[in-house]
């Protein structure tokens, strides 16, 4: 009997990033901006593991915690993202009732004040 492993990371489709992507960057941002900092200051990749795993672990959460608390909405976002390829500010109001569920469950970064 062979036991099934659970991937050490998780792959999100461009569909899947695309729709969280501005709760992404409100809930993650600490995260994000550290990491930005470095690669700008040119750290060598080998010695950004404590950050990338940080950045990884925040955009895992959150989509977990997206997923779990906001999933219709996170559906919606998808699927208005595929229908409206040229025209991505349509899904402007689901955008902004995702962003609204994100803070209110306390996702991301937001977990840790």
């Known amino acids: 009997m ?3 492993k659970t991937p050490a990371r998780l792959v999100l ?4 990033m695309n729709a969280m992507s501005s709760a992404f960057t409100m809930l993650c941002n600490n995260s994000i901006l550290t990491f930005m900092d470095m690669k700008a200051n040119k750290k ?3 010695k950004m593991n404590k950050e990338r795993d940080a950045l990884e672990d ?6 977990n915690g997206l997923k779990d608390n906001c999933g219709e909405t996170l559906a919606e976002i998808e699927k208005c993202l595929a229908q ?6 349509l899904c402007t109001p689901l955008r902004e009732k995702l962003n609204e569920c994100a803070v209110r469950s306390k996702l991301g970064e937001l977990s840790k004040s």
């Not at 409206?84 to 500010?89: F, G, T």
């Open 2 to 4: 062979s036991e099934e």
């Open 44 to 46: 060598h990749p080998m």
């Open 84 to 89: 409206n390829p040229a025209s991505w500010k």
């Open 13 to 16: 489709t461009q569909n899947e």
């Open 58 to 63: 925040c955009a895992l959460s959150t989509y």
